[in-house]
Nanobody, 115 residues
Framework: QVQLVESGGGLVQPGGSLRLSCTPS????????MAWYRQAPGKQRELVAT???????NYADSVKGRFTISRDNARNTVYLQMNSLKPEDTAIYYC?????????WGKGTLVTVSS
């Protein structure tokens, strides 16, 4: 059974930082492309960042220069370092694994950016 568990969300002031983590189980992590998505209240889920098995990354324009996605294959973990956070970054953040033609999702972690 495949499970993805996100952690690291919380309340942070504008300009602050958070690091999200996602650790999948039930898959061979090193051959999974990984991604972070987010869904703000009343909005559709949107792609935030992706990282391939080789470590190539891609970002939404809204987070370029502020967010960094990375992976540690030894720890079976993908990270999302979020800096210079803005109120508009408030959302539930979801981790996704693309593994053997199937997408698997975590349940999400809430990030709230507010003073």
């Amino acid at each position: 059974q495949v499970q993805l568990v996100e952690s690291g969300g919380g309340l942070v002031q504008p300009g602050g930082s958070l690091r999200l983590s996602c650790t999948p189980s039930g898959i061979t992590f090193s051959i999974a492309h990984m991604a972070w998505y987010r869904q703000a209240p009343g909005k559709q889920r949107e792609l935030v960042a992706t990282i391939t098995t080789r470590g190539s990354t891609n970002y939404a324009d809204s987070v370029k220069g502020r967010f960094t996605i990375s992976r540690d294959n030894a720890r079976n973990t993908v990270y999302l370092q979020m800096n210079s956070l803005k109120p508009e970054d408030t959302a539930i953040y979801y981790c996704k694994a693309e593994y053997l033609t199937t997408d698997y999702w975590g349940k999400g972690t809430l990030v709230t950016v507010s003073s």
